[in-house]
């Protein structure tokens, strides 16, 4: 133990002042680097964040210029090819280039301009120099406004907004006489203006229709509101809540007329039918009610007094030199105190023939009245045989259906036909043509029988030719 003690080393203080100091610069080399490696990344980070930036800067000014290539090579041939497509060009405008372009008549010449997949969001007026344009394709565009410059494209045959943020689509499309196709599936107009309109997607041929038919009702609402607040209440037109009633009464008298043809009549003709004093219109629909119910008693009387000289005609050309002049009239009497409704009248003008007795000496009002009551059940009963004798033929493809379901769809058919009151010749041929060549319209199983589609090849196949 000695000898091991008197061999080891003590160090001198020199030495441990030495080892000291080196193990404090090790430390602090190692804290120094260590401290300086948030300061390293942080300058490595913002190295690649500068990096991606001028790639990403690089990357938009090369889509930038494909962009430019795309519209000036299109730009260079469209007057030979009368088309520009500019789709899934990422362009957030119309091309300036294309509008500042010195070329008149190119512009005219343009048929076919495609926009789609970009995100433009309106189109400038100046797109009018283009007026020749046949088709326009606007599909997938952020747009939430219909142009309003294409009301001045007025040979425009094709528009496509599927897939834009429209949310509704002008009257002004009646105007535009070319167009053939309009294409607003995907968009918010959908549900719009099929629970508006009662339109179903992409029926243009339906949504001009009723489009016309607002634009002829409102113009008639200002019509009568013109008239109403000029010459019928001129007398009262200072009167603070005039303008307010006169509004009110045409929006409830307008409410008040399905028919829109009677609603024009009557907006053109309102002054035996509206009090002259302002003050004399109850609102909540009583006065509107009120003038429609004198509306349709004049209209009866004018369509009566019409046909009372049809039916004198009838009987001239009935009797001819057979009857006095003052025996046609004495005839006229009698019928019209049995023939009481406008229905019937006009029944006896078309069946004239038939129901006029053909002895001259027979024809009273009651007469003519019984024969005319007579020919109706017959018809009647004319057009049940037609429909039971479609049943029957129908019995006979689906022997496994029940009667009473059969005669459903036979009647469902028959519907298509029935276009007067009573059965007319043209509906009982068609009738009987149909249930003579069943097996050539019926779909082979009855779950597949569609009424509509069953009328539809029957013109296709037996009708075609009448």
Known sequence: MASKQKGRTKPSAAAGKSSTLAREDASSKVNSSVTSLPVATAAHQS??????????????????????????????????????????????????????????????????????????????????KFSNIRELWLSYNPMTLFP????????????DIRGTLIEDIPTFIVDLQELVELDWRDTPAVPSILSTFKVEVNNLGKLVTVYRNVNTRTKAKADLVTFLAGDHFILDVDKPYCNNVIHQFVEEASEQFDNLDDFVCFANRPVKFIPLKIDDVRL???????????????????????????VEIKIRGKYFDRIEREDVTVLLDGIYEHVKSLEDIQFLVQYAVKVLPENVQEATGERVWHNILDLQDDLIRKREASIMALANAMTQLFPEQLPDLLQGKAREIAAFFQKERFATEKELLRMTQLTGDAGKVFPPDFASLVPKDVVRKAFQVIFKNL
């Not at 964040?49 to 001028?54: M, Q, R, T």
């Not at 309003?148 to 528009?159: D, G, H, R, T």
């Open 47 to 128: 190295v690649d964040v500068a990096s991606g930036y001028l790639e990403e800067k690089y990357y938009d000014h090369q889509r930038n210029l494909e962009k430019l290539d795309v519209i000036a090579e299109e730009m260079k041939y469209y007057h030979l090819t009368q088309t520009l497509m500019l789709g899934h060009c990422a362009l957030i405008a119309f091309p300036r280039q294309i509008l500042q372009a010195n070329d008149e008549d190119n512009q005219v010449k343009l048929r076919r301009l495609d926009l789609s997949h970009n995100h433009i969001t309106a189109l400038p007026t100046s797109l009018v």
């Open 148 to 159: 309003p410059v294409i009301a001045s494209l007025p040979k425009i045959e094709v528009i």
């Open 284 to 310: 909540d629909y009583k006065t509107a009610k009120e003038a429609k119910h004198l509306f349709y008693e004049m209209k009866r009387e004018t369509d009566r007094k019409r046909l009372s000289a049809d």
